[in-house]
């Protein structure tokens, strides 16, 4: 395993991360929402 | 019969997430294990004299990794709408005010996913022609194929956002996805096929003719397809639990 490719794979990593985090937190907030809580925020 | 306010009590009972948090934990450990696959384990991509492809020694092509399920993903968003505009239709027909609602809604989500993954399909496709082809748009049957499948899908999005009265909206929406199914198969399936010279033939030929070292099968069938369709699935649950929510405040 070359370091280039550690360096490769950075970047999607990183993306997949930010959209694992995106779609954890869009999750949470709609169980909240689902159960009545924070009806503002819709 | 009004699709936007009589079921709506009913919508309150109906909890559209699949259950468990297992799932998306195999989600994220799939994602992650198919980048680390992608760069770690699988070996360059060959041309067909057994070269490796341009950039970076011919990892710099692995991005068709990504790239094929996108475009895969896409094609089954037009299915998967249709079948729930059909479904729309029946339930419309039968009168089940719930069910065209049900319908109405997982239809636009397909819809709405099958814009999104064209559009990463189409930049993951650009990154790879840069690379290999020399140019982001070379106006190859297949790009320009994507790119009319975009502007149907945009189109539907389009048409959903300037409809107010959501009961015509869902039958248009219906009537508007059966439509555009059918130059969606052509344009996915048929016509880079009849085509006979495109410069997909080469990176196709790569990822089907073995042209890959190591176990690039494994990798696309067994953790890249599987992965990306569970984020599918996720994504589509969640904005249609969205959509609902939205329905239940317009109420």
Redesign the interface.
């Known amino acids: ?1 070359e370091p ?3 360096t ?2 950075l970047a ?2 990183i993306v ?2 930010g959209i ?1 985090w995106y ?2 937190m ?2 949470r907030k ?2 909240k ?2 159960a009545g809580k924070d ?1 503002d925020e ?1 | 019969m009004a699709v936007g306010n009589a079921p709506n009590s009913q919508l309150n009972n109906v ?1 559209s ?1 699949i259950p468990g948090l297992w799932w ?1 934990i195999l ?2 450990i799939g ?2 294990l198919t ?2 696959a ?3 384990v699988v070996g360059p991509v060959l041309n067909k004299v057994g070269q490796p492809f341009y950039t ?1 020694g011919g ?1 710099g092509a692995k991005v068709i990794f ?1 790239h094929v399920p996108c475009a895969w993903l896409g094609s089954q968003c037009y299915i998967i709408g249709a079948c729930y505009a059909v479904s729309y239709l029946r339930a419309r027909a039968r009168g089940e005010r719930f069910a065209m609602v049900e319908a109405d809604l997982k239809n636009a989500v397909a819809m709405e996913l099958g814009l999104l993954f064209s559009v990463l399909a189409t930049i993951t496709g650009m990154v790879f022609a840069k690379n290999e082809w020399g140019a982001y748009w070379n106006w190859d049957p297949r790009q320009t194929s994507i790119l009319i499948i975009m502007f149907l899908f945009a189109a539907y999005v389009a048409l959903r956002g300037i409809v107010a009265d959501p009961d015509l909206r869902a039958r248009q929406g219906a009537v508007y996805t059966l439509v555009a199914v059918v130059p969606g198969i052509f344009l996915y399936f048929i016509l880079p096929r009849i085509v006979g010279d495109t410069m997909h033939a080469e990176p196709n030929k790569a990822l089907i003719g073995r042209q890959i070292s190591g176990n690039y099968m494994y990798t696309m069938y067994g953790l890249t397809l599987p992965s990306f369709i569970m984020l599918f699935v ?2 589509f649950q ?1 904005r249609l ?2 959509m609902k ?2 329905l239940r ?1 317009s109420a």
Do not use: C
Request: charged fraction near 20%.
């Open positions: 395993m280039k490719m550690f490769l794979a999607p990593l997949w991360l694992f779609l954890n869009i999750d709609l169980s929402l689902e009806r819709l | 909890n997430s998306k989600t994220g994602m992650t980048i680390l992608v760069y770690l970076l990892h990504f996720w994504m969640l639990r969205q929510l939205e405040k």
